[in-house]
């Protein structure tokens, strides 16, 4: 520590007090030496996956939207340790954002821009922790609200009513602290309505539909918002950035489910619980996956292939596969009822 100097391979020391992911795949995502495009194979996989997600949206006529948190490292580059050189241009998030924005704008939900611009002069991740912080994740929920304005109007999100402020909180140990084993404290600010946040936990929910869950899977969290009736419901599938996106994004909506789909095995059924889906019943639904895991690998053996399974496993496949039995399932129906 005396020396600056990296202490395990999880962890690399910064500027200024900040803690990055020291792994050879965020380094080398940091200087731009594995770029995204460059991987053809894992290119097609992801792509397909989100053609595959608006094709269901459009056909269970649900609004889907993709978020993609950047890499703590993308935010603030000048923190990064001096003995790496930033590659420059858009890292993964970037160049998913500018397509999904162009090819599938009902989907996109841009978040690098406004992130990158508060970080100039605002702590928007953790120093000590890879995720972001509570003013990080209300700027997303935000850009949330606003493309839901903005694409689907019919779909009147909820505002809390006043003003916010920003309470003081001390983050007692992040994860870079925990992987050092040292008690790195820091001082952080969490953003509050006025009158207080308004959504509450709805047990009763939360353990109905954990019980449709695959495997060991437990659902993350239920909200229910009393102070917003008429808003639309929400079900996030995401990672770990989600947990601080919960308090400010379930006040938009009268309900709120947020399911972790990444802590069992990589099915088709973990990664898009169908059978959940249709018990939330939900109208948007929000699918959230941080950069690093969108770029999960350096070059190995078969680096195409681990790359794609990684991610996708055959989600896309799956889903159209759900769309086709769908809509076989329809016409069987409709002849039925004609024949009768």
Request: some cysteine; overall charge neutral; glycine content about 6%.
């Amino acid at each position: 520590y005396a020396f600056n100097a990296p202490l395990n391979d999880k962890t690399l020391i910064g500027q200024d007090g900040f803690y990055f992911y020291g792994l050879k795949s965020m380094r080398r995502d940091f200087e731009r030496l594995d770029r995204f495009e460059d991987n053809a194979t894992y290119v097609r996989e992801v792509l397909s996956l989100l053609r595959a997600l608006e094709a269901w949206s459009q056909h269970s006529g649900r609004r889907v939207l993709f978020m993609v948190p950047p890499n703590k490292h993308n935010v603030y580059p000048e923190k990064y340790h001096p003995r790496y050189t930033f590659g420059g241009g858009p890292g993964t998030a970037g160049l998913l954002e500018d397509w999904i924005t162009k090819e599938i704008p009902s989907m996109a939900v841009p978040i690098g821009d406004a992130l990158r611009t508060a970080a100039r002069d605002r702590l928007i991740y953790y120093k000590t922790d890879t995720h972001w912080n509570a003013l990080g994740a209300k700027i997303a929920a935000d850009q949330v609200a606003e493309r839901l304005r903005t694409i689907a109007p019919i779909l009147p999100v909820a505002a809390p009513s006043g003003e916010w402020i920003d309470q003081k909180e001390v983050m007692d140990t992040g994860n870079f602290a925990d992987l050092l084993s040292l008690p790195i404290s820091e001082d952080v600010l969490r953003p509050e309505p006025t009158g207080g946040f308004k959504a509450i936990e709805d047990t009763a929910l939360r353990e109905r539909l954990a019980n449709l869950l695959p495997g060991t899977s437990r659902l993350f969290e239920a909200k229910t918002n009393p102070a917003a009736p008429g808003a639309p419901k929400l079900l996030m599938l995401g990672d770990s950035f989600m947990t601080a996106l919960v308090p400010y994004l379930s006040e938009q909506f009268s309900t709120s489910v947020f399911y972790n789909p990444f802590g069992g095995p990589n099915t088709p059924a973990q990664r898009f619980p169908q059978d959940l889906i249709e018990a939330v019943d939900p109208d948007v639904v929000l699918v959230e996956l941080v950069e690093r895991r969108i770029r999960p690998c350096a070059a190995k053996k078969n680096r195409d292939r681990k790359c794609a399974d990684m991610l996708t496993g055959d989600v896309a496949g799956n889903l159209f596969d759900m769309r086709l039995a769908r809509l076989a399932k329809d016409a069987l129906e409709r002849r039925a009822w004609n024949e009768a």
